[in-house]
C-alpha cells in the first residue's frame, strides 16, 4: 500500500465534555457497544506493526486522532505511541501525526509534547463565547470557551501548527461573519467549517441545533464575501472547504473526500482494534474486522470495504445534469437520503447550488490568478 492512512479513537467515545450536538456519541449509541475503552498499549503496538508491514518501501503512514476526546487516553498513551513508531520504524517510512481536540486538556506539557513531534493539532471552536459555550459545554455543564481560548494560545507559543473546526449550527449559520472574524482573532491561520449533523434516527432538522439547508447556504455565501475580500486585499485565510473548491477549479484534486467525489480509502481504528471504513459509519454492518486479523491490504480489499467505496461513487441523480457537477460531486454521503421518486439527493444540494451561483465566477478568478503565479 502506497499511503496507509489511520483515524484512530484511542479513547473510543470517551469525552470530557458534552457537547449537544456530538454526532458520535448518537453514533456510538446505534451500536452494540457505544464505548470500546481506552486503546491499550498492546493494541495501539499491533496497529504500528501492522501499518508498517502494509506500507510500501516508498511509502508513507498517517496518525490522526480523533474521538471522543483523545486525549483522555492520557499523554503517556500518546508518548508510548511515538517512541514505538520510532523503535519500530527501521525502513524509515515517512510518518506523520495529527490529533483533532476539544482542547479542554491541553497544558503545557501537552503542548511541548505535540510540538516536539511535529503533530498538526485540530482545535474545536465555535465562533465566539456566545456562540461556542451554547452547544460546547464540560460535564459540569459549564462553557468552556475561555478555557479552549487559552490553551490553544500554550499551543501557539509551543510552536504547534493549529487549526481550528467549527461546528456551523442554525444559530452559527446566522452569523458567518461575526464566526470568521472571531476565529481570525485567535491568530489561527487556517479554519474548517461542518455542517452539524442530525442524530441518525431523527427527521433532519427536528433538533435545536439543526443546521437547515437555506441556513448553511446564506452561510456559505457570507463566509465567502468575507473570505473572498481577505483574498482581494491579500490578507489570506485558507478555509478549507473554499481552498479544495479552488483547487478544483484549478484542475488539482480537493482535498478532502467530500469534495471529492468519492469516499476516503482509509481506516477508522476504535479504541479495541476494531476497523471501520469512514468516521460516520463506525457502526456494526460496516465493521470490517479487527486488528490483527488479517493483513491490512486484505481487508482494504474486504466485500464489505469495496462494496462502501463504490456505494459512494453512485452519487444522487440530479448531480449528472447539474451545472455545479465539476465542483460539486455531491458531497458527503453521509448527507444522502432516499428521495420520494426513489432515488437520492443530498440534504445540502440547495446550500450548494445557492453557494455556487454566488460565488463561481470569484473561484474561478482565484483559480486563474493561482494558476499565473505558478507559471501555468
Request: net charge negative; glycine share 8%; charged share 20%.
Amino acid at each position: 500500500m502506497q499511503f496507509v492512512n489511520f483515524l484512530i479513537k484511542p479513547a473510543s467515545s470517551l469525552c470530557n465534555m458534552r457537547c449537544r450536538y456530538c454526532f458520535y456519541e448518537d453514533e456510538a449509541a446505534n451500536r452494540t457497544m457505544p464505548s470500546m475503552g481506552v486503546m491499550t498499549q498492546e493494541t495501539a503496538d499491533l496497529l504500528i506493526q501492522e501499518a508498517l508491514d502494509a506500507v510500501d518501501f516508498n511509502g508513507r503512514i498517517s496518525f490522526a486522532f480523533q474521538g471522543g476526546e483523545p486525549t483522555v487516553a492520557g499523554l503517556d498513551f500518546f508518548r508510548h505511541f511515538v517512541a514505538e513508531v520510532a523503535r519500530v520504524n527501521t525502513r524509515h517510512i515517512p510518518v506523520s501525526y495529527a490529533i483533532q481536540t476539544n482542547g479542554l486538556a491541553i497544558n503545557e506539557e501537552w503542548a511541548e509534547f505535540l510540538a516536539r513531534n511535529r503533530f498538526l493539532v485540530g482545535v474545536s471552536l465555535d465562533g465566539d463565547k456566545a456562540l461556542h459555550d451554547e452547544f460546547r459545554i464540560d460535564a459540569a455543564g459549564k462553557g468552556t470557551w475561555n478555557r479552549v481560548r487559552q490553551n490553544i494560545t500554550l499551543l501557539q507559543r509551543a510552536g504547534v501548527e493549529v487549526n481550528l473546526l467549527c461546528v456551523v449550527t442554525k444559530r452559527c449559520a446566522k452569523s458567518a461573519v461575526r464566526v470568521y472574524h472571531a476565529l481570525q482573532k485567535t491568530g489561527v491561520e487556517f479554519l474548517q467549517f461542518i455542517p452539524c449533523l442530525d442524530p441518525i434516527e431523527q427527521p433532519r432538522g427536528s433538533m435545536p441545533y439543526s443546521l437547515l439547508p437555506e441556513d448553511y447556504g446564506n452561510f456559505l455565501c457570507a463566509l465567502f464575501d468575507e473570505w473572498y475580500r481577505d483574498w482581494a486585499a491579500g490578507h489570506y485565510t485558507s478555509v478549507r472547504l473554499f481552498d479544495d473548491y479552488v483547487h478544483l477549479a484549478m484542475g488539482l484534486p480537493a482535498g478532502t473526500c467530500a469534495t471529492s467525489g468519492s469516499c476516503g480509502a482509509y481506516f477508522v481504528v476504535e479504541g479495541d482494534g476494531s476497523l471501520y471504513p469512514c468516521d460516520f459509519y463506525v457502526l456494526d454492518d460496516w465493521k470490517l474486522g479487527h486488528l490483527g486479523e488479517q493483513p491490512l491490504p486484505a481487508l482494504a480489499k474486504s466485500d464489505r470495504a469495496v462494496r462502501f467505496l463504490q456505494n459512494g461513487l453512485v452519487h444522487p441523480a440530479p448531480c449528472a445534469s447539474c451545472q455545479w457537477q465539476s465542483l460539486c460531486f455531491g458531497g458527503c454521503k453521509r448527507d444522502w437520503y432516499d428521495s420520494p421518486d426513489g432515488g437520492k439527493q443530498n440534504y445540502y444540494c440547495p446550500a450548494f447550488r445557492q453557494f455556487f451561483a454566488h460565488a463561481a465566477s470569484r473561484l474561478q478568478q482565484i483559480a486563474r490568478a493561482e494558476l499565473q503565479a505558478r507559471g501555468r
